[in-house]
Every structure is written in C-alpha cells, then in structure tokens.
C-alpha cells in the first residue's frame, strides 16, 4: 500500500525556480542557532531581493497545507548524517516551528562515543565549533552534531520520501 502524500507548506519545501531562473522566494535558517529565540528572528525570509525577518504568524501555521499531521520523521538526505533522526511530535498538530525546533534540537546535540564519529571528521569540525560559539549566547564549548555538517546547516526544504521525510541542508558559503 502506497503511503498518503502529503503537501508540505511552502517554506518547508525546497525552493522553486520561477519562470526566469531564479528563486522568487526562499527561507534562511542555520539550524545551529535556536528559532525559538526573539520570536523567531533568526529566521528571515528572502523576496524578490529582500532578506526580512519571518513573520511569527507563519511560524504558528501548520506543517502541512491540507491536513493535520501530528508525527513526522526527518531523516539526513546523507545518509552519513541520517543516523540522527528529527523526530517531531504533536498532540494537535504539527506547526512550521515545531518543525524548526526539533531539526535544532537533534543537530545541538554533544557528539557521543555512539555516533562513531572519525578523528577526521572532528578535526574538519573545529572550525566550525569555534565560529558558532563565536555567535551563540552561552554556546556549549563541546563538538556538536551540528559542528560535524561543517558549513552545510542552512536549511535547504525537507520532501517526502515514503511514510518518512528527507532533510535538505546546504552551505551557508553558497549564494
């Protein structure tokens, strides 16, 4: 049996290129900085040329544009990454924020024995440690899952892929 499809909000899914090429509308957040936070002013919107921060109304409405989900499962679309599931969960329904916050809750997660992660890719993370706890208030001093994505933590849409969802990130150095 075919699972229901489901049609995500807008800014949930990945970005459409409009009929000259371009991206009319798209969303920017950095999943390791919490969206919780002022009302969800890290999370800014780009229109037709202008970067303005997202209207918290947006923020309440609900994931999914013709019915009420109220589980949903994201997975990594790297599957290297994918052993960190967001996992997000309602009693009502889920709403474009609990979205956000349970992406930012996995990925601010310390980095355990379990996560087999390699010496290789902690020390490519470093940097990467030391520029978000440059910006974050009281950022935690441990390697993060989030330190681990190196610069590929913007958010880049989340699709359908079966009974689950597949997380698109994309580097905060790309255009």
């Not at 923020?59 to 999914?64: D, H, I, R, T």
């Not at 990925?107 to 902690?122: L, V, Y």
Request: proline fraction near 5%.
């Amino acid at each position: 049996m075919k699972p229901a499809a489901y049609a995500l909000h807008d800014y949930l899914r990945p970005p459409r290129m409009d009929k000259t090429g371009r991206v009319s509308r798209s969303l920017y957040f950095d999943i390791a900085f919490d969206p919780r936070e002022n009302s969800g002013a890290s999370i800014r919107v780009y229109d037709r040329g202008i970067m303005l921060p997202i209207d918290r109304h947006l923020l309440e409405q609900s994931a999914c544009t013709h019915a009420h989900l109220t589980e949903m499962t994201i997975y990594h679309s790297d599957s290297y990454f994918a052993m960190w599931p967001v996992r997000v969960r309602s009693k009502d329904y889920i709403r474009i924020k609990d979205v956000f916050a349970a992406i930012y809750e996995t990925f601010h997660r310390s980095i355990k024995s379990e996560d087999r992660i390699t010496e290789d890719h902690r020390r490519h993370a470093e940097p990467h440690r030391e520029k978000r706890r440059q910006y974050e208030y009281n950022g935690r001093q441990c390697l993060l899952r989030v330190d681990i994505l190196r610069s590929h933590r913007v958010f880049a849409g989340i699709e359908q892929d079966g009974i689950n969802y597949r997380l698109y990130l994309k580097s905060y150095a790309d255009p």
